[in-house]
C-alpha cells in the first residue's frame, strides 16, 4: 500500500533534519498561526529542540494529513540569539527547550540490566563481547559461581541453628 503524502513528507523532514544536524544541532516548531491550528500543535508553536531530541520521533511535522506546521532548522548563532531574548522572558514563554535527552537515561538503563545480569546469569551478560568471553564467564559460573553460592547458603543456614 502507498504511504500517504503527510506520512512521506513526515519522512523527509525526519531524514533532512538527522543529516544537517551538524550545522544545525537544533530545530524550531513552526505553525500556521491561524485558527484552524489544533491546541495541541499551538502550545508547541515556535518551541526549540535539539535536532537528536527525542520529542522529534513523536511530533515531526506534518504531524497527520491535516496538519500543515513545519520545521526551522537552526544554527548555534541562531540558538545564540534566541537564548538572549528568552532570557527576558517567563519560563512558559521561552522558545529554546533544553530538556534532558531520554538517550541518556536509555544507556544507564541498559548498563544497570547489564550489572544486575552479571550477578544473575553471567553468560547473558557478555552475550556480545564475542565467543571467549561467553565461554570463559560460563566455565567460571559453573566451576565456581554455583559451588560458590552453594558454599554460601550452607553457611549461612548452618549458622542459623
Ligand atoms: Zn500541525
Redesign the pocket.
Known sequence: MKKPEWKLLQAKNAQSLKEHADVFPYCQYI?MDDDA??SS?ATLDKKVFPANHPFWIDHM???DGD???QIIPLDKDDIAAMRREDAKLPPEARRVQMLATRRGKKISKVLLLRLVLCVVFPPLAVLDKGLPAILITALLMFFYWIPGVVAAFYFVLRGKR
Open positions: 505553525t491550528v489544533r500543535h511535522p506534518p504531524q496538519c500543515r506546521c
